[in-house]
């Protein structure tokens, strides 16, 4: 089963009570503490998947970094 991901911009609080709560997360996790910390590592991976390939549009100070 795939696991959920946060979409756009979702706030991180919101993510992982979605996650949480999520019916097919509870069967595949049914253990709260191990089902919160896939969430916290989905949204955590994401996170830093976006800001590696960060649209150059996104930025919000204008600030790059070129390597």
């Not at 910390?37 to 204008?62: I, L, T």
């Amino acid at each position: 089963m795939p696991l959920p991901s946060p979409k756009g911009r979702q706030p991180e609080d919101s993510f992982v009570s979605n996650c949480m709560s999520d019916d097919k997360m509870k069967k595949e996790f049914p253990n709260q503490k191990q089902r919160f910390a896939v969430c916290k590592s989905q949204y955590k991976k994401a996170k830093k998947s976006k800001a590696k390939w960060q649209d150059w549009n996104e930025s919000e100070n204008g600030d790059f970094i070129l390597y």
